[in-house]
T-cell receptor
Framework: AQSVTQLGSHVSVSEGALVLLRCNYS??????LFWYVQYPNQGLQLLLK??????LVKGINGFEAEFKKSETSFHLTKPSAHMSDAAEYFC????????????FGTGTRLTIIP | DAMVIQNPRYQVTQFGKPVTLSCSQT?????MYWYQQKSSQAPKLLFH???????NEADTPDNFQSRRPNTSFCFLDIRSPGLGDAAMYLC????????????FGSGTQLSVL
């Protein structure tokens, strides 16, 4: 069974500051890892994903995440926060063997302070 | 440009009155999913279709059913909604599942009175 833990249900950062959203996963097989963003009253949108290969993954809107197997982590970062980054962020895992299911974390709400 | 379309955006029903939510896609994707998302919680997979093959999650209540009459459309039927079924229902598609990117609709917010 797979699971995802997102530390911090709410994170606030100042505009221009570093954004760090934490995600740890549990998986018995090599995982595929994802970050999705949800803006108010909208569906989820893929930010980035890790499947195989390079462990540092770059996504849309200046976000990136690094897969660290030894730490079972996939933290999301952005060097400089923008007001438009305010949203809910979900980390998710699948087992990558044609399994059609994603298991989501409980989400982190990011607030940007002007 | 909308690729995964959910109707209606807001749905109000009465306790015990059957309700159907709809989802359509223009992507010609094989896999369609229904997720339930309650306030401040993770989206929870209810079921998915791989083409016409239906896959029900073990903990999805019997009250929830789904139909996929063709590639483009998928419906979520709630036979007897309870107060606890009030949630955002998200439809998503992917080309072939697993490691593939999911495309989500904007969701239907269901209220049960």
């Amino acid at each position: 069974a797979q699971s995802v833990t997102q530390l911090g249900s709410h994170v606030s950062v100042s505009e221009g500051a570093l954004v760090l959203l934490r995600c740890n996963y549990s998986s018995s097989v090599p995982p595929y890892l994802f970050w999705y963003v949800q803006y108010p009253n909208q569906g989820l949108q893929l930010l980035l994903k890790y499947t195989t290969g390079a462990t540092l993954v770059k996504g849309i809107n200046g976000f990136e995440a690094e897969f660290k197997k030894s730490e079972t982590s996939f933290h999301l970062t952005k060097p400089s926060a923008h007001m438009s980054d305010a949203a809910e962020y979900f980390c998710a895992v699948s087992d990558g063997f044609g399994n059609e299911k994603l298991t989501f974390g409980t989400g982190t709400r990011l607030t940007i302070i002007p | 440009d909308a690729m995964v379309i959910q109707n209606p955006r807001y749905q109000v029903t009465q306790f015990g009155k059957p309700v159907t939510l709809s989802c359509s896609q223009t992507l010609n994707h094989n896999v369609m999913y229904w997720y339930q998302q309650k306030s401040s919680q993770a989206p929870k997979l209810l079921f998915h279709y791989y083409d016409k093959d239906f896959n029900n999650e073990a903990d999805t209540p019997d009250n929830f059913q789904s139909r996929r009459p063709n590639t483009s459309f998928c419906f979520l039927d709630i036979r007897s909604p309870g107060l606890g079924d009030a949630a955002m229902y998200l439809c998503a598609t992917s080309r072939k599942g697993g490691n593939e990117k999911l495309f989500f609709g904007s969701g239907t917010q269901l209220s049960v009175l």
